[in-house]
C-alpha cells in the first residue's frame, strides 16, 4: 500500500458541480497538506493541517475547503470552481518537526467545464 | 522575490555525462533542503535532503549546499534517458511546516 493514496485520479466536473478529493496517509504522518500544480508554475501550498487542526490557509479561495477528521484523511471540498482551476492537485504528509520531507500521493487532475 | 528560484531549462545532457542542476533561496532562516524528482504527469518524489554545508551524495546522485550564497545543487553523474523529468528543489524554513518549492528544472537525457 502505497504511502499517501489520493482519490480520484482524475476528475471532470463543471462549473456548478460540487465534488471532493479524498488523500489518506499510511506513513503514521501527522500533518497533511494539500498543494496545487499548474502548468509552468511552482507548487502553491493550499492549506497546512497539524494535528488536525488548520495551521494554514494561503489564501485560497472560498469554493475550496478542506477538512482534517483525523490525522490520516484529508478531503479538499470543491464547490462552483472557474476554469483556472484546472490543475493537478497533490496531497502531502509529514512528520511535525523540522528537517522531515514531505512525501506525497499520485495527485489528482482536475478539469473544470 | 521568490522564495526559491531555478533555471526551468530544458537541460540537456548525454547519457553518461554529469548534470547539474541548481537551485537559489532567499531566506537565510532556511534549515532544511530537498530535491524531488518529477516525472510528466506523476507527483513529485524524494531523491535528495540536505541539512548543512557541504556534500551529500547518495549512489549517483550528490546534493551540495552553501548557507552563505544560499544556494543548494544537485549533481547525476552517469546520467540515464530515466532520469529524463522535473526536478524540483525545496527549502524548508524555521516553521516547521513551511516548505517552498522552485518551479522546477527539466533534464533532457540523449541517449
Known amino acids: 500500500e502505497t504511502g499517501v493514496t489520493q482519490t480520484p485520479r482524475h476528475l471532470v466536473m463543471g462549473m456548478t458541480n460540487k465534488k471532493s478529493l479524498k488523500c489518506e496517509q499510511h506513513?503514521?504522518?501527522?500533518?497533511m497538506y494539500w498543494y496545487k500544480q499548474s502548468a509552468k508554475k511552482p507548487l502553491e501550498l493550499m492549506f497546512v493541517?497539524?494535528?488536525?487542526?488548520?495551521?494554514e490557509n494561503n489564501s485560497v479561495p472560498s469554493r475550496f475547503s478542506p477538512e482534517c477528521p483525523n490525522s490520516s484523511h484529508l478531503f479538499l471540498h470543491l464547490h462552483t470552481l472557474q476554469p483556472e482551476d484546472s490543475a493537478l492537485y497533490l496531497c502531502?504528509?509529514?512528520?511535525?518537526?523540522?528537517?522531515?520531507?514531505?512525501?506525497f500521493g499520485q495527485g489528482t487532475r482536475l478539469t473544470v467545464v | 522575490q521568490k522564495e526559491v528560484e531555478q533555471n526551468s531549462g530544458p537541460l540537456s545532457v548525454p547519457e553518461g555525462a554529469i548534470a547539474s542542476l541548481n537551485c537559489t533561496y532567499s531566506?537565510?532562516?532556511?534549515?532544511?533542503f530537498f530535491w524531488y524528482r518529477q516525472y510528466s504527469g506523476k507527483s513529485p518524489e524524494l531523491i535528495m535532503s540536505?541539512?548543512?554545508?557541504g556534500d551529500k551524495e547518495d549512489g549517483r546522485f550528490t546534493a551540495q549546499l552553501n548557507k552563505a550564497s544560499q544556494y543548494v545543487s544537485l549533481l547525476i553523474r552517469d546520467s540515464q534517458p530515466s532520469d529524463s523529468a522535473t526536478y524540483l528543489c525545496?527549502?524548508?524554513?524555521?516553521?516547521?511546516?513551511?516548505?517552498?518549492f522552485g518551479s522546477g528544472t527539466k533534464l533532457n537525457v540523449k541517449p
Open positions: 531566506d537565510r532562516g532556511s534549515q532544511s
Open positions: 525545496a527549502v524548508n524554513r524555521d516553521n516547521f511546516n513551511k516548505f517552498y
Open positions: 493541517y497539524s494535528l488536525e487542526e488548520r495551521v
Open positions: 506513513l503514521g504522518h501527522n500533518a
Open positions: 502531502a504528509s509529514s512528520q511535525d518537526r523540522v528537517s522531515i520531507a514531505i512525501f
Open positions: 540536505i541539512y548543512s554545508n
